[in-house]
Each structure stands twice: as structure tokens, then as C-alpha cells.
């Protein structure tokens, strides 16, 4: 039962769990699977909201938490060497202590993996400045489906020799191998940091007073944007003197040498005050560490204004994320429900969760039909992060061209031959 769920609510219970230690246990259950045809569900922490590790065709859950070392750190070429059951968090420390950096930081880091990570391509507030997973992937030691143990990549800053074979596997969802080691591009650890708390009347100041930033040349190192029912969600992080009217928080962090730290501050506060209530600042590690700590309890924290939730993570271009959080509000309020809107406002990826009693879910799932048909007409897309496993299965082929879908399924079916690892997701 303990593997029959994830963050998404689905539930399917598998026919068998397998823990293996190393990468042949891997391939040989992999090749046992493709003589008894049985489907093999490659499966991390289970914090994914897509359905993306469940067994929804039965089968076998692999479990990768057994492959949980961290094989290789090397300050040098910059480069870590680690095994896919090895937590996020637990890696930042250890890079931590050695002056290094990885800056991949989905909001549960904590208690997600680094293979998880990789499987979906997570992202996370530092996007904006630093990229997502797939940017410091080098490296994938992977069991093909067959049973077969592959390395693709490389373990140097540049490489173009054949085929970008990392790239296809980093987000495929556990369709098109098991990853058993993982090559990672490390940074120095920067030397300061400072973050800025700014509150708003409007959540549109919020996203016009984020462009106003970039356009004058400030790129933060993350920039999180918060509305109304977040807000109300995480209040007991925040100080209770914040303006009656306040509708949005943008949380900016900065990173750097010191001086650039605090300059970075002084012209974002000088930039954003026009748009603002009220700007609050922290510069010491305790209260940045509390102002980031309610970000990342958000979706927690939501569950307690109503019992259902459906969320979905899409992304706008910069220029649209005003006029879409309008059409949103718009949206949910002649909808009757809640519709909590927050995430990186920085690269445009906002999530979007609609809250729901008992009896309002046909409700809620109409409003998500709106939501995302929205996204779309935006030229935006409806996964920036998460993925597509079961739950978006439907948008697919609504974002992506058939033939593009055509080739993504050609390719599936050379991997996966007898479609045995982790069938009945993304199409």
C-alpha cells in the first residue's frame, strides 16, 4: 500500500515491490520482465503530482531508494557522481560543507531524489537564474527496458558526440530506462545572499513590478510569487503586520559576492517601491531560511482551506503571466471556488491549484478545462516541471502536433519494444 500513491490522490495498488541495491539487480528484473511480460513501474520518493510512478496497468514498483550513495564528489572538475535514491537535501549539505553548489531546488528537496528529479526534469525558484535539472545533468548510467546496462554522456563541461541521448531520457518519466547513476555539473557555492519580501494590492503590480526588474537589468537568483489564498495558507511564517490590503507577495532572493548582494538589494527596492505596499528585507540566514520555508509549505498548507486540490504547474511567457493571473481570478470567482496561484514567477511557471469541497469536483474539473485551454491560447504549455504522467495525459496532444506525438511514440517503442517499463503514461 505504501507504493500504490503519490502527491497526485490517484491510488493503484502494484502486485509486487522490489528494493534492488545496484544496477545488475535492476537488469536482471528488467530482463526477467520482458520474458514474462509484466509491466515494471520505476518509482523514486513518490512526491510526484502526476501519477507518473503508480502502477496503473499492475505490475512490479521498482523502487530505486536502495541506490542511495553519493559515489563521487570531485572539487575540481566540478562534477559529482550519485546514484538516483540519493535525497536532494541530503546532497546540497554535503556540497555545503565543501563550498559547492547544485542548484536544482524543487520545493520538496527535502524529501525528493535526485533520480526523481531527473525522471521529471524538476525545477524550482532558482530556475530563473541557474536553470532546472536537466541543465547539470552530464551523465546517465541507465538498464534499458531490455535489461541492457547503457552510459550516454559524458562527464566534462561540453560534449557533442553523437546524439543528445540524456536530454531524451532527463524528463521521460521513467517510459525509456531506470536510471542507476547520475553525472552532475556542480557550481561554487556563491559567497552571499539576501532576500527581499515585497507586498502588493494587486497580483498584477507583483508580475509588472517583476518585468520592471528585468528590464533594468537585475536578474535574481529566484523570485516566487504568492497570492491572496497562498498567502492566507502560510501566514503563521510571516510577520502578522503586513498591509490590510495586500493581495500578492514577491519573494526575491539574491546571490553573490557580498557588495553585489547588497546593491542588488538597494536597486530592487528602489525599482519595486513604486509598485509596492511595503518591502521587508532579510540578510541574515534565519530569516531568509523562514521566509523560503513558507514557500516550500505551500501545497501542504493549502489542504487545510479545502479537502480537494487539483494542481498543475503551466507555464506563460513573461509578458502574458499580468493578463493570465487576471484571466484566472476572473475564471475562478464565476466558478464559486478557490484557485490558489503561486511559483516562479521569474520564468513564468506558476502553479495553479483549484481548491474544492466534497461535492465540487466536476466543478473544479471544469475550471481546469478553462484554466488550461487558457494556457494554451497564450502560446504557453501545461507542465513546466511536473510532467505529464497520468493526470495530463489529455494535453498532450492538444499542445504538441500529432506527428510530433508520432515521433515521441516511434521512439518509446525502440527503447521499450514490448512497452514493459512504466506503460500507460504521458500518451
Known sequence: MAYAFDASGLTYLPEAVAVPANAAEVA??????????????????????????????????????????????????????????????VFKKELAEMGLFYPPDPASYEFSTLGGNVATCAGGPKGLKYGVTKDYVLGLEVVLPTGEIV?????????????????LIVGSEGTLGVITKIVLKLLPKPPATASLAVYFERITQAAEGFLALI???????AAELL???????????????????????????????????????????????????????????????????????????????????????????????PYFLEEVKRLGEAAGLYVACFGHLGDGNLHVNILFGPDQREKAKKLREEILSLVLSLTGTVSGEHGIGLTKKGYLPKELPPRVV??????????????????????
Open 406 to 427: 508520432s515521433l515521441m511514440k516511434d521512439l518509446k517503442r525502440v527503447f521499450d519494444p514490448q512497452d514493459i517499463l512504466n506503460p500507460g503514461k504521458i500518451f
Open 227 to 321: 497570492d491572496t489564498v497562498t498567502l492566507q495558507a502560510v501566514a503563521r511564517f510571516f510577520p502578522k503586520d503586513w498591509p490590510e490590503k495586500t493581495e500578492a507577495l514577491l519573494l526575491l532572493q539574491f546571490d553573490g559576492a557580498r557588495s553585489q548582494v547588497k546593491e542588488d538589494l538597494r536597486r530592487a527596492s528602489e525599482i519595486l517601491e513604486p509598485y509596492a505596499l511595503k518591502l521587508v528585507s532579510a540578510t541574515s540566514p534565519p530569516d531568509e531560511e523562514r521566509l523560503w520555508q513558507a514557500r516550500r509549505n505551500v501545497s501542504p498548507a493549502l489542504k487545510k482551506i479545502a479537502p480537494g486540490k487539483i494542481a498543475d504547474d503551466v507555464v506563460l511567457p513573461r509578458s502574458k503571466v
Open 215 to 221: 528590464k533594468e537589468g537585475l536578474l535574481p537568483a
Open 151 to 167: 552510459f550516454c554522456g559524458r562527464r566534462t563541461m561540453k560534449g557533442v558526440v553523437g546524439y543528445d541521448l540524456v536530454s
Open 28 to 89: 536482471a528484473i528488467l530482463k526477467l520482465a520482458n520474458e514474462e511480460n509484466f509491466p515494471v513501474i520505476p518509482r523514486g520518493a513518490g512526491t510526484a503530482t502526476t501519477g507518473a510512478p503508480l502502477a496503473v496497468a499492475g505490475g512490479l514498483v521498482l523502487s530505486l531508494l536502495g541506490l542511495n550513495r553519493i559515489l563521487e564528489i570531485n572539487p575540481d572538475d566540478l562534477v559529482a557522481v550519485v546514484e538516483p535514491g540519493v535525497f536532494n537535501g
